[in-house]
């Protein structure tokens, strides 16, 4: 058994792809690609919900691993490019946490939603009216 292992083993790391698929430069990045994947997703949805502690967190996280991801040797471009994309995502979750909250941002959304409302009032007493 362990033969078998040791000749697949030697197999996959003489192609230079399946080696590199085979790596923890491929995995590791592979799978921390759910965080700017999920940064991304977010950026559609309230900003209310928005931590800014956690933001700051995975904005500084993402910035040192950039430096990371090139000072290691090999260096690792893939890794690199998950934190680039992570860090632009959580700079730009920051922009819309600091409008909402600092700049004026949830007045505005609170008055459209006040707007949005009495509109709906309007259009549903024109419904029923036209119904008569």
């Not at 680039?84 to 959580?90: E, M, P, T, V, W």
Request: proline letters at 3%; a positive charge.
């Amino acid at each position: 058994m362990a033969a078998a292992v040791k000749a697949l083993n030697a197999r996959i790391r003489a192609n230079k792809y399946l080696d590199y698929f085979c790596s923890t430069h491929f995995w590791g990045p592979a799978s921390n690609f759910g965080i700017p994947i999920a940064a991304v997703a977010d950026m559609s949805k309230d900003p209310e919900i928005i931590s800014g502690r956690m933001t700051a967190a995975l904005s500084l996280y993402s910035a040192v691993f950039m430096r990371y991801a090139l000072a290691v040797s090999p260096k690792n471009y893939l890794l690199f490019g998950c934190h680039f994309i992570n860090c632009a995502s959580q700079l730009t979750q920051g922009y819309r946490y600091m409008q909402y909250w600092n700049f004026g941002g949830r007045e505005i959304a609170l008055k459209a939603k006040e707007a949005a409302g009495k509109a709906e009032g309007m259009v549903k007493e024109g419904v029923k009216s036209a119904g008569k």
